[in-house]
């Protein structure tokens, strides 16, 4: 699947590693797509919750439907996240896309989200893929 299409059929992001400090890239990204219609659910087990938004723990914690799992921790965490995500799809079928922000990069999760049947993007940008096909810029 194209990243046009993830980003046009996919409205439900589960952010791992939603970060409460508005400056940084893993709080911009996220905040620019729920201003763009995306539902967006925080995973930050360090607050309650951000700009109104309650945070969950890990995914499993999570009521509502997730499309996407976009990943803003460091590469060596990946593996236990796709873990999570793969559970999370067999349990609840809900699960379509693990997505890696720009710089995150781990190829045994890739190997093990693909061999459970979810898409996988690494080492992109949500926000620059939006800009790019979705808006045209």
């Known amino acids: 699947m194209e990243t046009k299409e993830i980003l046009t059929n996919f409205k439900n992001v589960a952010v791992v590693g939603f970060s409460k400090d508005p400056t940084k890239p893993s709080h911009k990204v996220p905040m620019f797509l729920k201003e763009h219609g995306y539902h967006v659910i925080p ?5 309650k919750e951000i700009n109104g938004m309650k945070c969950y723990n890990n995914l499993e914690e999570i009521p ?14 990946v593996e ?5 995500a793969v559970r999370r799809a067999k349990e609840k079928g809900d699960v379509k896309v693990v ?4 710089g995150i990069v ?12 979810l898409i996988f993007v690494q080492d992109k940008c949500m926000y620059k893929e939006y800009t790019k096909y979705i808006e045209g810029n």
């Open 43 to 47: 995973v930050n087990p360090t607050v």
């Open 99 to 102: 997505w890696l922000q720009e």
């Open 80 to 84: 236990s996240i796709v873990e999570q």
């Open 106 to 117: 781990n190829e045994n999760a890739k190997r093990q989200a693909e061999e459970n049947g």
């Open 64 to 77: 509502d439907r997730v499309d996407v799992v976009e990943v803003f921790r460091p590469s060596k965490e």
